[in-house]
């Protein structure tokens, strides 16, 4: 027996990927259903390389009632509407958007990370899935931080424009255009032109000069890994389609060596250690596009503090940054709590 399935905002970058991502994980599923605005009803959706095709169900008529899972990559405002109404029906929502994560009733789950918080879903009947760039960097983290603990982080991403949904690709790739064929390059989706630049601005600004997408990685760190880890972001937007990178610095109260650090993240879940001192010897976010790996690179000691490492993290943001670990928190769902047959 398998399980009763909506992905809601299905013909989204993200809720595509999740149809992908349930195919080519074969998630059990009894019945699979793609829901979206009603400009997008009764468009057809592939399930993934099936070759079955789903009508898309219109989300202001679909009854959640029967249905067991709900995975919304919708947004917040329609997320607001209809995943208290999906949760209410018995179906448990699994979100992608920012609007429960720091919700104290909503567990904020990472599957590799803190797989035991997922028992206190039953509070709302609802999930949070993190930020992209929280989720990769606390799949690095955790490992070492069990092993020596980790009192602070500095962190610079480097994230992809696909990030910013459909808008911000079409523009990177217009703009890339114009400037070859030499036409007017035209901002509507990025603050500053996005094409052969980077823009250190994701989200609005905060009062404190930090930008939302930095707070998030901030206080989603501690909800997930740890409360009383330190850190500081500064978050990029980098002419990239797909496919987030950060560079890490990180202190720990313990001692730790880089050669230790190595023989943990090569063993660790979720994780890909690529590091080797040579040409090439990294991964790029180019590489890491389709897999469902955490990739991380140039693992080395910072000796301008004591028990310091720096390293990079590269991830595709579409999967293990929203979609694939939404499907994996799902798994770990039917494993603890929804079992069938």
Same mark, same amino acid.
């Given at each position: 027996?398998?399980?009763?399935?909506?992905?809601?905002?299905?013909t989204?970058?993200?809720?595509?990927?999740?149809?992908?991502?349930?195919? #080519?994980r074969?998630?059990?599923?009894d #019945?699979?259903a793609?829901?979206?605005?009603?400009?997008?009803?009764?468009?057809?959706?592939?399930?993934?390389?099936?070759?079955?095709?789903?009508?898309?169900?219109?989300?202001?008529?679909?009854?959640f009632?029967?249905?067991?899972i709900a995975?919304?990559?919708?947004?917040?405002e329609?997320t607001k509407?209809?995943?208290?109404?999906?949760?209410?029906a018995?179906?448990v929502?699994?979100?992608?958007?920012?609007?429960?994560?720091?919700d104290?009733?909503?567990?904020?789950?990472v599957?590799?990370?803190?797989?035991?918080?997922?028992?206190?879903?039953?509070?709302?009947?609802?999930?949070?899935?993190?930020?992209?760039?929280?989720?990769?960097?606390?799949v690095?983290l955790?490992?070492?931080?069990?092993?020596?603990t980790?009192?602070?982080v500095?962190?610079? =991403?480097?994230q992809?424009?696909?990030?910013a949904?459909?808008?911000g690709?079409?523009?990177?790739?217009?703009?890339?255009?114009?400037?070859?064929?030499?036409?007017?390059?035209?901002?509507?989706?990025?603050?500053?032109?996005?094409?052969?630049?980077?823009?250190p601005?994701i989200?609005?600004?905060? @009062?404190?000069?930090?930008?939302? %997408?930095?707070?998030?990685m901030?206080?989603?760190?501690?909800?997930?890994l740890?409360?009383?880890?330190?850190?500081?972001?500064?978050?990029? !937007?980098?002419?990239?389609?797909v496919g987030?990178?950060?560079?890490?610095?990180?202190?720990?109260?313990?001692?730790?060596?880089?050669? %230790?650090?190595?023989?943990?993240? !090569?063993?660790?879940?979720?994780?890909?250690?690529?590091?080797?001192?040579?040409?090439?010897?990294y991964?790029?976010?180019?590489?890491?596009? $389709?897999?469902?790996a =955490?990739?991380?690179?140039?693992v080395?000691e910072?000796p301008?503090?004591?028990?310091?490492?720096?390293?990079?993290?590269?991830? @595709?943001n579409?999967?293990?940054?929203?979609a694939?670990?939404?499907?994996?928190?799902? %798994?770990?769902? $039917? !494993?603890?709590?929804?079992?069938?047959?």
């Amino acid at each position: 027996m398998g399980y009763r399935v909506a992905v809601v905002g299905a013909t989204g970058n993200v809720g595509r990927e999740m149809l992908n991502i349930l195919a #080519e994980r074969e998630f059990p599923c009894d #019945e699979i259903a793609a829901v979206a605005s009603s400009r997008s009803t009764g468009t057809e959706i592939e399930f993934g390389e099936t070759g079955k095709m789903l009508k898309v169900k219109n989300i202001e008529h679909f009854d959640f009632t029967g249905w067991d899972i709900a995975l919304f990559a919708a947004g917040s405002e329609p997320t607001k509407i209809y995943a208290p109404k999906a949760a209410a029906a018995g179906c448990v929502v699994i979100d992608n958007s920012s609007l429960y994560r720091m919700d104290p009733d909503v567990p904020l789950i990472v599957p590799e990370v803190n797989p035991d918080a997922i028992d206190g879903y039953k509070a709302r009947n609802i999930i949070a899935n993190p930020n992209c760039s929280t989720a990769q960097m606390v799949v690095a983290l955790k490992p070492l931080h069990d092993k020596a603990t980790i009192k602070r982080v500095v962190v610079s =991403t480097y994230q992809s424009v696909s990030g910013a949904g459909k808008a911000g690709l079409d523009e990177l790739f217009e703009q890339s255009r114009a400037i070859f064929v030499g036409d007017q390059v035209e901002k509507r989706k990025f603050t500053k032109q996005i094409a052969f630049n980077v823009i250190p601005h994701i989200d609005s600004f905060l @009062d404190d000069g930090s930008t939302k %997408e930095e707070w998030k990685m901030v206080v989603e760190t501690k909800k997930i890994l740890d409360p009383k880890i330190k850190l500081q972001a500064t978050c990029v !937007r980098v002419p990239v389609f797909v496919g987030h990178s950060e560079s890490l610095n990180i202190e720990f109260e313990n001692e730790i060596s880089a050669e %230790e650090a190595q023989n943990i993240l !090569r063993e660790a879940p979720g994780i890909m250690l690529v590091d080797k001192r040579e040409d090439g010897g990294y991964v790029t976010p180019i590489e890491s596009v $389709g897999d469902s790996a =955490t990739y991380v690179s140039r693992v080395r000691e910072d000796p301008t503090v004591e028990n310091g490492l720096a390293l990079w993290c590269v991830s @595709d943001n579409l999967r293990k940054g929203a979609a694939l670990n939404a499907v994996q928190i799902a %798994e770990l769902l $039917g !494993r603890r709590h929804l079992k069938k047959g």
